[in-house]
């Protein structure tokens, strides 16, 4: 990476952040404790819209995982938003830990390849301080019925 921070690689890569999501319930888009931002889960919100819903899986009538990958990484895009609306800039923070949730077909077993799209996208962006511990979760059902939805925790230097 050329850039000095997240920051940097985040124009270099020409990648523009959205506006933080709106709650769809009472709860905050992030939160911060200490050194630590929690972020709720995101879902893959573009201009305040879902643009896929349904569950994951193969076949017909099914949200294909390359689309759903696809869908992890905004959703990822929209946990930084929305830790970046608490910190003022991502320079100085480490992900610490990842949570995706993948609305699952009852015989879909791929989810941590869907939410492989969030953790290569944070890996491109942080560098060595985007690598992560991370849960891949299948669920019958999400928010809107939305295929994915991520939460970050990340940590700040200061």
Do not use: W
């Amino acid at each position: 990476m050329s850039g000095t921070g997240p920051e940097a690689r985040l124009a270099e890569l020409g990648i523009s952040l959205p506006e933080v999501a709106a709650p769809v319930a009472a709860y905050v888009p992030a939160v911060r404790s200490g050194q630590y931002v929690y972020t709720a889960g995101q879902l893959p919100f573009v201009g305040g819209a879902l643009a896929v819903t349904g569950k994951v899986g193969e076949g017909d009538g099914l949200v294909a995982p390359d689309v759903a990958a696809d869908l992890a990484r905004t959703c990822a895009l929209n946990a930084l938003a929305a830790v970046r609306s608490i910190t003022g800039t991502l320079d100085g923070a480490r992900v610490v830990k990842v949570t995706g949730f993948v609305a699952s077909d009852p015989s879909f077993t791929g989810q941590p390849g869907v939410i492989n799209g969030a953790s290569t996208v944070l890996g491109e962006i942080f560098g060595d301080a985007g690598v992560h511990a991370r849960s891949a979760v299948g669920v019958a059902v999400l928010p809107l019925d939305a295929p994915v939805e991520v939460e970050l925790i990340v940590e700040l230097d200061s």
